[in-house]
């Protein structure tokens, strides 16, 4: 028998590590790994299954929502409605935050904030697609209802950030701020089992991961930084779907970013459920995550949808951005 590490003995023996942990975090990743399950069966059988296509309504960042979507969002929140560890939750799929009320959950310590299902464009085409979440400790009394500042922390507030991906296997990434480590869904016996220990992120690489289609509308800074991986032959890979993309940043190297341009100043990714956890798993690797001036995880968000522009992965290529984006300024500064 092969040593099988599943999520559940990984988090428990993890537990000891966090003298002040009482199991309730250990149990929140328990709840968001049964829930990651669940959209999984329902991923894989989506095409035969009324759930791909579209539903009715948009969401708050305005964008058309796909019933895979909405099933997602349902589904995440019942279990963590279930699940008593948690007080509250955002998401992209919800205009507001949304206290969760029950019996077990009024002194809950936990909010947790996720993107349900990140790449929807990619559903009806049979892309990867992913989750993505983030954890806090909640900062108002465990008396009251949760409120504004409960989630709108900077990203180096969250206690643990994960991301599920539904590729040609489907993955459990997450990390409590002791490194990252990846877990594979065996579909035989229903588990997520370790795979991917203590996951390092190579120090520089050569693959650069955008939509280039933007490029007219970058800063200068930005359009250089890419014309030097055009002229260095890097390898250009974009999937469309930021779990898979950083997925792949975070294993092979390489950079994943979204920038400003002249239609949307903010960029597209947003801070709180795709950014933030994103950045804290690529740095927990040893990795870097900067918006070109800084770091996301210092960000201090100021409404629960906000967008911001990414640049994520090794930390040469980030840096490098981050030079030229100080040299142009520099420029300006004594134009
Ligand atoms: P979501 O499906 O949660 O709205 O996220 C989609 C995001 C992200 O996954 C991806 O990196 C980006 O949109 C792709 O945007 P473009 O289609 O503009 O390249
Ligand atoms: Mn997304
Ligand atoms: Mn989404």
């Given at each position: ?6 999520l ?21 990743l328990?709840?968001i790994g049964?829930?990651a399950k ?93 989750t ?30 994960g991301y599920v991906f539904?590729?040609?296997?489907t993955m459990l990434v997450y ?7 990846g877990f594979t869904l ?6 997520f ?143």
């Amino acid at each position: 028998m092969t040593n099988i590490v599943t999520l559940d003995e990984f988090i428990i023996t993890r537990q000891k590590d966090f003298a002040y942990a009482s199991g309730e975090l250990s149990g929140l990743l328990r709840d968001i790994g049964l829930a990651a399950k669940i959209v999984s069966r329902e991923v894989n059988k989506a095409g035969l299954a009324d759930i791909v296509g579209r539903a009715k309504n948009e969401n708050a960042s305005g964008d058309q929502v796909q019933k895979l979507d909405v099933m997602a969002d349902e589904l995440l929140i019942a279990c963590l409605r279930n699940s008593g560890e948690c007080c509250g939750i955002a998401s992209e799929e919800n205009d507001n935050y949304v206290p969760i009320k029950s019996k077990s959950s009024t002194n809950a310590d936990y909010i947790v904030i996720f993107d349900p299902l990140d790449g929807s464009s990619n559903i009806d085409v049979n892309v990867s697609i992913g989750t993505i979440f983030a954890i806090y400790h909640r900062v108002t009394d465990r008396d009251e209802t949760v409120s504004d500042e409960d989630f709108l922390q900077k990203g180096v507030e969250q206690v643990a950030a994960g991301y599920v991906f539904f590729g040609s296997s489907t993955m459990l990434v997450y990390t409590t701020g002791r490194g990252v480590n990846g877990f594979t869904l065996d579909p035989s016996i229903g588990e997520f089992c370790l795979s991917h220990s203590d996951i390092t992120i190579p120090d520089d690489g050569n693959i650069y991961s955008c939509n280039q289609g933007g490029f007219r509308k970058w800063e200068p800074a930005i359009q250089d930084y890419t014309e030097e991986c055009l002229n260095k032959s890097f390898k250009m890979r974009y999937i469309g779907s930021m779990v898979a993309d950083v997925h792949r940043t975070l294993i092979k190297g390489g950079i994943f970013f979204y920038p400003a341009s002249s239609s949307s100043p903010n960029g597209k990714l947003r801070l709180l459920y795709e950014c933030n956890p994103l950045a804290f798993i690529m740095e927990q690797a040893g990795g870097k995550a900067s918006d070109g001036r800084q770091r996301i995880l210092d960000i201090e968000p100021t409404e629960l949808h906000q967008r911001t522009p990414i640049f994520i992965g090794s930390p040469k290529m980030v840096e490098r951005v981050e030079e030229l984006v100080a040299s142009y300024e520099l420029e300006e500064t004594f134009a």
